[in-house]
């Protein structure tokens, strides 16, 4: 039973398709241990909640600096005898001692193709505006392994979505967050879940069905 530790600070849209897909089937021997939140007033702790998932915020407001904030994390999320940290839409910069101590075990959504529209500054609407502005015809989401760098992680899975004329980054977002993120999330957690995806020299290799 692989046990998932979800970060989250918003909406958490992808908090709930990870929810619907252990509860249909298409995630299997995965349990949502905890979810935690850095902001009290996100939505995803209600879906947590609704779900019967244990749901608490560690605030970095409530600590009297960033290190014990991260000990605080950090100690919970061993708590909980996690396997696999989840972060989606995790707003906090992951610190290296988390990341040190779930190496290749941590794993993001990011709403591009890696690695175009990624990096310091691309999250939330910013990275669907740069998009745009660009003028690509094709955009997506990337579902990678988090390292030291910002969004520099290993590739586990990508989806590609089309942009059509009229897009707003408002619209963009949707689309793939429909199309891409709340498909290959759940996939990517089932792949770690049966011991498919293994890491070398900083890329995935995914074991055939
Ligand atoms: C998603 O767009 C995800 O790609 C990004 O943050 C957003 C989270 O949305 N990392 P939600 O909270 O899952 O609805």
């Keep these: 039973m692989l046990k998932l530790t979800v970060l989250?600070?918003?909406?958490g849209t992808n908090l709930q398709a990870i929810i619907d897909s252990i509860a249909d089937g298409r995630i299997?021997?995965?349990?949502?241990?905890?979810?935690?939140?850095?902001?009290?007033k996100a939505y995803a702790?209600?879906?947590?909640?609704?779900?019967?998932?244990?749901?608490l915020c560690i605030s970095p407001k409530s600590y009297e600096n960033r290190e014990l904030f991260h000990e605080a994390l950090l100690a919970q999320i061993r708590k909980a005898d996690t396997d696999l940290i989840v972060l989606a839409g995790f707003m906090v910069?992951?610190?290296?001692?988390?990341?040190?101590?779930?190496?290749?075990?941590?794993?993001?959504?990011?709403p591009s193709l890696i690695p175009s529209f990624c990096g310091k500054g691309y999250y939330g609407?910013?990275?669907h505006e740069a998009a745009l502005a660009k003028g690509v015809k094709v955009s997506g989401a990337t579902v990678h392994f988090v390292d030291e760098g910002t969004d520099t992680g290993p590739?586990?899975?990508?989806?590609?979505?089309?942009?059509?004329?009229?897009d707003t980054p408002e619209t963009l977002q949707r689309r793939i967050m429909e199309q891409a993120e709340w498909k290959i999330m759940p996939q990517a957690i089932q792949l770690i879940a049966h011991g498919k995806v293994h890491v070398r020299d900083g890329r995935t290799f995914i074991d055939p069905d």
């Design 8 to 11: 989250v600070s918003g909406g």
């Design 45 to 55: 702790l209600e879906r947590a909640a609704k779900a019967g998932i244990p749901a």
């Design 28 to 40: 299997t021997d995965t349990e949502i241990v905890q979810v935690i939140s850095n902001n009290p």
């Design 93 to 110: 910069v992951v610190p290296p001692s988390i990341i040190q101590a779930y190496k290749n075990r941590i794993i993001n959504i990011h």
């Design 125 to 127: 609407l910013h990275v």
């Design 155 to 166: 590739i586990i899975l990508q989806k590609a979505v089309a942009v059509e004329q009229g």
